[in-house]
């Protein structure tokens, strides 16, 4: 097999030989999924259930669901970061309008905590 193969490879082109070593490595099944591998396979559409996943994967695929599933977890980040900025936008922008500050809760908070330490302070 592997005669026929290397016979195979030297009488191509450089440009279809990259191609057949290429798919002859895709080939290759020797990485074992653990179960979040398993469920990323699953999530990234490359198995429909996570029973349908083989015991061993190709390097290849394994790396291009890692691949998929880091971009769409930064996609996902990126949209609850924008999210949450106009949250706060929004929090900020009615809290203004009621009067409330920063500095005011700012004061009003250490106005309690010197209450508290002087009535503790006056009890012992």
Known sequence: MFRSFNRLINQTSSGLRSCIVRYAHELEQNHKPNNLEKKFLVWTGKYKTVEEVPQFVSQVAMERC???????????????????????????????????????????????????????????
Not at 70 to 84: E, W
Not at 93 to 118: C, F, M, P, Y
């Open 66 to 124: 890692r691949n998929r599933m880091r971009i769409k977890i930064a996609n996902y980040m990126m949209v609850a970061t924008a999210l949450g900025c106009f949250a706060m936008v929004y929090v900020g922008k009615r809290d203004a309008k009621r009067g409330d500050t920063v500095t005011k809760q700012n004061l009003e908070w250490h106005k309690k905590i010197k209450e508290e330490s002087q009535t503790t302070a006056a009890t012992s």
